[in-house]
C-alpha cells in the first residue's frame, strides 16, 4: 500500500464531486479549513468533557440568538432528545425510565398525517423513546382537535415544501401555542439564511429546532444542534451522552464540539451575499460551459430546492434524456460527480437536472460542466 496515498485511495473509495445537496449519502459538507484545524487540535488534548461541551452549547445559544442550546449526534439524535425532553417536563424523574413512558403524565407526540410522512420518514425515530406517535389529518382544525391531555409536543416539519396544501409552521406554531401545546420545529436543512436559527424559535414561537450540522453548517457529519427553551435543552442535556440514559449513544467527541462550533461560528458571520455571489458565480460557468457545447437551456434559481438562500441551476436535457440517466453516467467518472435528480414529490420533468454548488471547491464548476456535456453527447451523438 502507498503510504502516501489518501485514506480514501487506501481503501480503494472514488471521490466524487458533490454538485446536488450535502446529503447524508454523500458524506455532508465539505468542512472549511479551520473547521478541520480545530478537530485537530481538540485531538491532541484531554480536557474535561462537560466543561467543553457545556461552553460549546452556551457559545452555540449566542451564535444563535436563542436562550440555550445543545449539541448532539445529528438531526436524528436531536428528534429523540428532543421528544424526551417535552414527555418529561412534568416528570423529569422519570427521564431515566425511557422508552417506557406509561408513568409520564403525557407521552402522545402529534404529527401531520399525509404523504410527507414517507417522504420525511425521520418522525418515526421519536418513537424509540417510547412516544406514542398520533398521525393528524393535515388541517388546522384536526390538529387543535387532536391535543389532549396526554399530547407532550407536536412535531412539525416545513412540509409544505414536499406536500401541497398542508398547512406551514407559520399557520400551526400560533394555534399550538395557543393551545400550550409544546412545538418541535424539524428543520435540519432549512439554512442558509443563517437567521433560520431564531426563526422558528424567536420569530414563530417554537420551544425546540433542530438543525443538521454537516450539511449547510459545514461542520463535522456526525453533529446535530438543538436550539430553544432553556428548559427543554436541560433535559436533553440530562437525557443525553455523557449520562447513562436514551441518549448515551449520542457521544459527541471533542473533536467533533471544536470542528461544530467554529463551523457555526464561521457560517453565521460569513455575508451571506458574498456566499451566494460565490455559488451562482460557479453555477453560471457551468450553465455558459453546457449550453455554448449543447444548445440546450439553462435556467438560474435565486431559491434552494427546498427554499432556502441559495442559488440554483436548473439544465432541462433533450427528451428522452434524464437527469437519473445522467447521474449514472457523470457517477461512473473519475472522479465521480453527483448531479442534482429531483425525487417525484417535486413533481418536475424527469429530463430537469438541477445543480447546487455549495460543495463545489474552486475549478470543480468546468469538471461538472464537462460530465454533463459528455453524457449530452455520448446520447445524441
Known amino acids: 500500500m502507498d503510504i502516501h496515498m489518501n485514506c480514501y485511495g487506501k481503501l480503494h473509495i472514488k471521490e466524487i464531486i458533490n454538485a446536488s445537496e450535502p446529503y447524508t449519502n454523500l458524506g455532508g459538507s465539505l468542512m ?39 449539541v448532539t449526534t445529528g438531526a436524528s439524535a436531536g428528534l429523540e432528545l428532543s421528544a424526551a425532553a417535552c414527555m418529561s417536563l412534568d416528570s423529569a424523574g422519570n427521564l431515566d425510565m425511557l422508552p417506557e413512558t406509561s408513568a409520564f ?90 437567521s433560520n436559527l431564531w426563526y ?16 449547510h453548517i459545514k461542520g463535522p457529519q456526525s453533529t446535530g444542534l438543538i436550539v430553544g427553551n432553556r428548559e427543554l435543552i436541560d433535559l436533553c442535556r440530562t437525557a443525553a451522552s455523557p449520562n447513562p440514559g436514551l441518549g448515551r449513544a449520542f457521544k459527541t467527541g471533542k473533536e467533533e464540539l471544536a ?9 453565521v458571520l460569513e455575508d451571506e451575499e458574498e456566499r451566494f455571489n460565490r455559488q451562482e458565480k460557479r453555477l453560471l460557468k457551468i450553465a455558459e460551459i453546457v449550453t455554448e457545447r449543447t444548445g440546450i437551456r ?41 448531479v442534482g435528480v429531483y425525487p417525484p414529490e417535486f413533481c418536475m420533468e424527469e429530463n430537469t437536472v438541477f445543480i447546487n454548488a455549495y460543495n463545489l471547491k474552486e475549478g470543480q464548476a468546468e469538471a461538472v460542466a464537462e460530465g454533463i456535456c459528455g453524457y449530452i453527447s455520448k446520447m445524441c451523438g
Open 32 to 70: 472549511e479549513k479551520e473547521t478541520i484545524e480545530a478537530m485537530a487540535q481538540a485531538a491532541g488534548t484531554c480536557i474535561e468533557y462537560e466543561k467543553l461541551r457545556d461552553a460549546v452549547c452556551e457559545k452555540a445559544a449566542q451564535l444563535t440568538n436563542n436562550e440555550a442550546a445543545f
Open 105 to 194: 403524565s403525557k407521552n402522545e407526540i402529534l404529527v401531520m398525517d399525509g404523504d410527507v410522512l414517507d417522504i420525511i420518514p425521520y418522525w418515526r425515530l421519536t418513537g424509540l423513546t417510547g412516544a406514542k406517535i398520533i398521525k393528524v389529518k393535515p388541517d388546522v382544525e384536526s390538529i387543535k382537535a387532536a391535543v389532549c391531555e396526554r399530547t407532550a409536543a407536536c412535531m412539525l416539519f416545513p412540509a409544505s415544501v414536499y406536500e401541497r396544501g398542508i398547512p406551514t409552521c407559520e399557520e400551526l406554531i400560533p394555534v399550538l401555542k395557543e393551545a400550550c401545546v409544546k412545538v418541535i420545529v424539524d428543520a435540519a436543512a432549512q439554512l442558509p439564511p443563517a
Open 200 to 215: 422558528y424559535t424567536k420569530t414563530l414561537g417554537a420551544d425546540l429546532a433542530i438543525f443538521s450540522g454537516g450539511k
Open 259 to 267: 470542528g461544530f462550533i467554529t463551523a457555526l461560528e464561521l457560517f
Open 298 to 338: 439553462a435556467e438560474m434559481l435565486r431559491q434552494g430546492r427546498l427554499g432556502t438562500y441559495q442559488p440554483l441551476l436548473h439544465l432541462y436535457l433533450p427528451k428522452p434524456l434524464t437527469a437519473k440517466e445522467c447521474n449514472i453516467y457523470t457517477r461512473s467518472l473519475t472522479p465521480g460527480i453527483d
